[in-house]
């Protein structure tokens, strides 16, 4: 379907950081600002997925060259 174009470090920043925007969502619950931290969904997915979507438009890749 879509090409991977996140690499492995890249990947795993993604998924830690989407993990505490999440986390931080269920634990300031009294914050005005917390819904902010649903955003944190986009980096999760796109590190569960390998594949980022402003990363395709505009030509960039994080994953290793393939030798052919």
């Given at each position: 379907m879509f090409k991977s174009n996140v690499g492995g470090i890249d990947r795993v920043l993604r998924v830690v950081a989407g993990l505490v925007l999440l986390a931080?969502?269920?634990?300031?619950?009294?914050?005005?600002?917390?819904?902010?931290?649903?955003?944190?969904?986009?980096?999760l997915f796109t590190g569960l997925f390998g594949t980022c979507p402003l990363y395709t438009v505009l030509g960039l890749s994080t994953c290793p060259v393939k030798k052919a």
């Open positions: 931080m969502f269920f634990l300031y619950q009294e914050a005005s600002w917390r819904y902010f931290t649903l955003i944190g969904v986009v980096p």
